[in-house]
């Protein structure tokens, strides 16, 4: 990636359109998803802010394009599967091949383990060489596959699940994941999210050591 691309917290009312182009022909054209109708920007500017409530979304940004996007959601709606998420990428296709999906999770897995999250998963439809390969390389392994549980382009399609433990250990009463708005709410939260992310502008909290 040049220097001149970075990544940073996604702005739905910025972004949702970009994001909605990047995405559509991942819905139409493959099975990298299973929606069949690609969402406009409206919809997508509300799943982004949704997202945003709770966990991160992320794009890669080059000059002023958006290149990509990252973001973690709820594993399940349940109670106690609160602790656990799962992760989604995509690049835009003239950018793949360059690393950003790496670039995207490198930032975003610190942001999951601050919050307090204990793991990660992520699903892939094969053959994905290219996706297996990037969650391969940041940590996550085989845990299942859902045998042809999807149905799209004239076929049956199964779905192979990946995961990884975002700590070294479960926690035998873990503490309440932090969600992203609150984690933001203070100095040390803001300047820890913004490891891994573009530099922003001076912080005047962050200089005032207010938490």
Do not use: C
């Not at 493959?30 to 929606?35: K, N, P, Y």
């Not at 990660?120 to 940041?138: D, E, K, Q, W």
């Amino acid at each position: 990636m040049s220097s001149q691309t970075g990544v940073r917290l996604a702005d739905p009312d910025q972004d949702a359109p970009a994001v909605a182009a990047i995405y559509a022909p991942h819905v139409m054209a493959s099975v990298a998803s299973f929606e069949l109708e690609p969402p406009d920007a409206s919809e997508m500017a509300g799943r982004m802010r949704k997202t945003l409530a709770w966990t991160p979304w992320l794009v890669a940004v080059s000059d002023t394009t958006v290149i990509g996007y990252a973001y973690a959601a709820r594993h399940r709606e349940r109670p106690g599967y609160r602790w656990a998420v799962d992760l989604s990428v995509y690049v835009a296709e003239s950018r793949q091949g360059e690393g950003i999906g790496r670039r995207l999770y490198d930032a975003l897995l610190p942001i999951l383990r601050l919050q307090g999250f204990q793991h990660a998963y992520a699903g892939i439809t094969p053959p994905n060489p290219a996706s297996f390969a990037l969650h391969a390389a940041v940590g996550m392994t085989p845990v299942g596959t859902f045998d042809r549980v999807g149905y799209k382009l004239g076929a049956w399609w199964s779905v192979s699940w990946l995961g990884v433990q975002l700590f070294d250990a479960l926690p035998d009463s873990p503490a309440e994941p932090t969600s992203l708005p609150e984690l933001l709410t203070t100095a040390s939260g803001r300047a820890a999210v913004r490891v891994g992310l573009d530099p922003g502008p001076p912080d005047p909290d962050a200089r005032a050591g207010n938490a």
